[in-house]
């Protein structure tokens, strides 16, 4: 089974704070992605990589950052954090284009 | 542009009765569509998805949907639900020739009444 993991499952910052989200997966998968979730809206795609130290700007990636230095780890950086970041993040991965992707449990930030 | 739209945000149904939650999209080219389910605290797994061929596609857990590309509707049924299909569901496409990026709906809550 491929597997997803990410650092944390609940996190609290404060305004102005640099915040790193870690996912890692398990399965050699080339893509990978950064989703926010928020009601209503449902996921919004913030950035994707398909490749070691490649990276594409989703529907929403002001504010944010990415690295992918090794094909098995995505960062997401959050490089002065704001209340209106406050959401639920999922990470996805996925072997190739159009190929299922597999989700992570979230991490859900609070922003204070 | 391609978008995805789920017209119903929440769906109450009695327990052991039929659902159907519906999915459109807008694309002026070929799409690959797919159905998430995202039970309470949890990531997003796949129920089913439509890459070609038969325009219905079985999924897991009982769920069914099928294609209809001229009314670019990929529609979610399951003939009788129990309490576990409790969950939010999310209707994707993604480009058939190139298919990074997922374009994913807003969401349906399904809530099964006992």
């Known amino acids: 089974d491929v597997k997803v993991t990410q650092s944390s499952r609940y996190l609290v910052k404060r305004t102005g704070e640099k915040v790193f989200l870690e996912c890692v997966q398990d399965?050699?998968?080339?893509?990978m992605f950064w989703y926010r979730q928020d009601p209503g809206l449902g996921l919004r795609l913030i950035y994707f990589s398909y490749d070691v130290k490649m990276k594409e700007k989703g529907d929403i990636p002001e504010g944010y950052s990415v690295s992918r230095e090794k094909k098995e780890r995505f960062s997401l950086i959050l490089e002065s954090a704001s209340t209106n970041q406050t959401s639920m993040y999922l990470c996805?991965?996925?072997?190739?284009?159009?190929?299922?992707?597999?989700f992570g449990p979230g991490t859900r930030l609070l922003v204070l | 542009a391609q978008s995805v739209t789920q017209l119903d945000s929440q769906v109450p149904v009695f327990e052991e009765a039929p659902v159907e939650l519906r999915c459109n999209y807008s694309?002026?080219?070929?799409?690959?569509l797919f159905w998430y389910v995202q039970y309470p605290n949890q990531g997003l797994q796949l129920l089913l998805k439509?890459?070609?061929?038969?325009?219905l596609v079985k999924g897991i857990n009982g769920f069914e949907a099928e294609f209809n590309k001229s009314q670019t509707s990929f529609h979610l049924r399951k003939p009788s639900v129990h309490i576990s299909d409790t969950a939010e569901y999310f209707c994707?496409?993604?480009?058939?020739?190139?298919?990074?990026?997922?374009?994913f709906g807003t969401g349906t809550s399904l809530t099964v009444i006992p």
């Open positions: 439509y890459l070609s061929g038969s325009t």
């Open positions: 399965m050699d998968h080339e893509n």
């Open positions: 994707a496409v993604t480009l058939a020739n190139t298919g990074n990026q997922f374009y």
């Open positions: 996805a991965s996925s072997l190739a284009s159009v190929e299922t992707q597999y």
């Open positions: 694309s002026s080219v070929s799409v690959y």
